[in-house]
């Protein structure tokens, strides 16, 4: 089993900043990809960032340039430049094993707002 637990959500003014963090426990030997994702109230969970084992990353089109997602053995962070409103939502770590099983953080709130 995988647990993964996020931290560094928070309530933010437009043009700001914050790092998400995510830490990974239990078996993560198998780990192939992982990644971001947020849910905005009323939408579906949509992609945000993912990196592989390779540290190959892959951004949404609406947060290239402000967002950057990085690893770290059992970490895996989000550093976020330049929010907007449209960036609140709740966001969540995944992670995704060679053998194909998806992991899922509790999630964190971020809120961009004057």
């Known amino acids: 089993q995988v647990q ?3 931290s560094g959500g928070g309530l933010v003014q437009p043009g700001g900043s914050l790092r998400l963090s995510c830490a990974a426990s239990g078996s ?4 192939n990809v992982m990644g971001w994702y947020r849910q905005a109230p ?3 969970r949509e992609l945000v960032a993912t990196i592989n084992r390779g540290g190959t990353t892959n951004y949404a089109d609406s947060v290239k340039g ?3 997602i990085s690893r770290s053995l059992n970490m895996v962070y989000l550093q976020m430049n330049s929010l907007r409103p449209e960036d ?4 969540y770590c995944n992670l995704n094993t060679v053998l194909g099983n998806a992991y899922w ?3 964190t709130q971020v809120t961009v707002n004057s």
């Not at 993560?28 to 780990?31: A, L, M, P, T």
């Not at 609140?88 to 966001?91: I, K, M, P, S």
Request: hydrophobic share 35%; aromatic share 10%.
């Open 4 to 6: 993964l637990v996020e």
């Open 66 to 68: 402000r967002f950057t």
């Open 42 to 44: 009323g939408k579906e």
């Open 28 to 31: 993560i030997s198998s780990v």
């Open 105 to 107: 953080g509790q999630g």
């Open 88 to 91: 609140t939502a709740v966001y």
